[in-house]
Each structure stands twice: as structure tokens, then as C-alpha cells.
């Protein structure tokens, strides 16, 4: 569970900011592979909009994290903590852009993920610190409502 604000500076007014409560839940597949970690990492995770219109959407994700040791980098001092990780989701609307539930568009992604907690020497103890990177291309199913687009940002995350 958790709360996202996003800010898009190409709108103006109150497009230009809006904040979603999300529940999510993932699966640890490596045991159907054999595999020690995840092979696709599937989750399912449920946006609500709180701001203007109060629909929400539906994203089912897949996705393979790259850890430093497969990418060869686990040697070197700041390479050894950056993961890359390919995405694929699906996004539904759920009643926040037509007033139906319905496939809304497919996304495609890269993400790299600094581990800041590791390469500072941070304390795990009491969660762990990260930036990442992302760059997506959403194909719209929904021309009419959603455009496709190519865009991407940067986050700092905090789990514990």
C-alpha cells in the first residue's frame, strides 16, 4: 500500500498535480523456475485517484531485475550497486478515464536503480534507500482519451 504525487510541469492548473492511493500485491515466482530470485516478478496493483475525478486503474506488470553480478559489474566500486530492470504492463481503466472498465493501454520500460543504501554504507536497519531512473513507452488502446508517449523521471524510494 502506499500514496503517489505526481506533478506533469507541461499542464497548467490543477492538471498539473494529482495524488492516487495504490494497493499492490506481488508474486515471487523463482520457485516455479527453479530459479534462486524472480524471473518475472509479476504483481497486480490497484490505483485510486484522489483528486479530481476519483476513478482509478488496474496495472498488471511483469519484469526481470538484472543484479550487478549477472550484468559483470559487481566489481567495480559504483557500478556494483546499480540494478537494471525491464518492464511490460498492461493498464486497465477502472471508470477513471470513460466511465468503464476496460484495457486503457500497454507500457514497455527500463529502469536503473541505484542502491544508495549499499553504496553510501547506509544502515539497513532501519530500511534502505534508492534512486531510480525510468524511461517508458505507454501505447495507448484508448486513442481517443490517452496519447502514446515516450517519458521518463527519476524517484527516490524508501522501503522498510
Known amino acids: 500500500m502506499g500514496w503517489i504525487a505526481e506533478t506533469f510541469p507541461q499542464r497548467c492548473g490543477d492538471a498539473a498535480f494529482t495524488h492516487e492511493w495504490y494497493a ?38 511483469i519484469s526481470h531485475v538484472f543484479t550487478p553480478a549477472q550484468l559483470g559489474t559487481a566489481d567495480h566500486p559504483v557500478l556494483k550497486d546499480i540494478f537494471v530492470t525491464p518492464v511490460f504492463l498492461v493498464g486497465i481503466d477502472n471508470r477513471q478515464l470513460t466511465g468503464h472498465t476496460r484495457p486503457a493501454y500497454l507500457q514497455w520500460g527500463l529502469e536503473t536503480t541505484w542502491d544508495l543504501s549499499t553504496a553510501l554504507k547506509l544502515p539497513t536497519t532501519h530500511g534502505r534507500l534508492a534512486l531510480t531512473a525510468f524511461l517508458y513507452y505507454r501505447d495507448s488502446l484508448v486513442d481517443s482519451l490517452l496519447k502514446d508517449r515516450l517519458y521518463g523521471g527519476l524517484s527516490v524510494g524508501y522501503a522498510w
Open 24 to 61: 499492490a500485491i506481488g508474486f515471487n515466482d523463482a520457485a516455479w523456475f527453479g530459479a534462486k530470485t524472480p524471473v518475472f516478478s509479476p504483481y497486480l496493483v490497484y490505483y485510486r485517484d484522489m483528486d479530481d475525478n476519483l476513478g482509478g486503474r488496474i496495472e498488471f506488470q
